[in-house]
């Protein structure tokens, strides 16, 4: 049973096009992040939705839109795609935000921007 | 600015000998630091997690060290095998999850 899935698995877009990435986790989880994680490894969180509302927004340029139709759903939508965008993209999930040092994180989506 | 660092960025060690990954923070705030283990092309793992009222915890061949006065803490794996090969993060709970900047472990069969 996946815990959490993200779709699609691999993004290949040109500059200046707008996608979106999915996310779901199966774990009646309450809280949801993404993460963006560069070419050196280095994880940082984006955003963080508690119960569908929006907790943490860090400092991530306005082209970048989380949605959380419901607590088992956190979108991420990129508006006019730039090169530096290109990473991999984690969604992840904790039971609540009081317990966010055990997450669970997806499989990733691979975002290029060529 | 990071809040936890991570070092070394890399180690290789043989079958059979011991790991050590070492952290450092700042923020006497934070109230849990978790390990996660990632495996190429995959997503982070909770590997073990400490509170900073404990010195030590042990799970398996997996011991966090814990010392609040010097704000440090480590990873040792113990009889390291192949199937340890992996990048290894340090994390601090706060409002976040803050995370170290990782390190690759390379197990020498």
């Known amino acids: 049973d996946t815990a959490v899935s993200q779709t699609p698995k691999y993004l290949v877009t040109q500059m200046g096009n707008d996608k979106s990435i999915k996310c779901e986790q199966n774990?009646?989880?309450?809280?949801m992040y993404w993460y963006k994680q560069d070419s050196k490894k280095f994880l940082k969180i984006m955003f963080s939705?508690?119960?569908?509302?929006?907790?943490i927004n860090e400092t991530v340029p306005n082209r970048f839109s989380p949605k959380s139709p419901d607590k088992a759903h956190l979108n991420l939508h990129i508006n006019s795609l730039e090169l530096g965008d290109s990473a991999v993209y984690f969604c992840?999930?904790?039971?609540?935000?009081?317990?966010?040092?055990?997450?669970?994180f997806g499989p990733g989506t691979r975002l290029t921007v060529t | 600015q990071q809040q936890v660092k991570q070092s070394p960025q890399s180690l290789i060690v043989q079958k059979g000998g011991i790991s050590i990954i070492n952290c450092a923070y700042e923020n006497t705030a934070f109230d849990y630091f978790p390990w996660y283990q990632q495996f190429p092309g995959k997503g982070p793992a909770l590997l073990i997690a400490i509170r900073p009222d404990v010195s030590e915890k042990k799970e398996g061949r997996f011991t966090i060290s814990f010392n609040k006065s010097a704000k440090q803490f480590s990873l040792h794996i113990m009889d390291s095998q192949p199937g340890d090969s992996a990048t290894y993060f340090c994390?601090?709970?706060?409002?976040?999850?803050?995370f170290g900047a990782g390190t690759t472990v390379t197990v020498r069969a």
């Open positions: 939705y508690n119960n569908k509302e929006l907790i």
């Open positions: 994390a601090a709970s706060g409002y976040k999850l803050s």
């Open positions: 774990l009646g989880h309450d809280t």
């Open positions: 992840a999930s904790s039971q609540d935000f009081a317990s966010q040092y055990e997450q669970y």
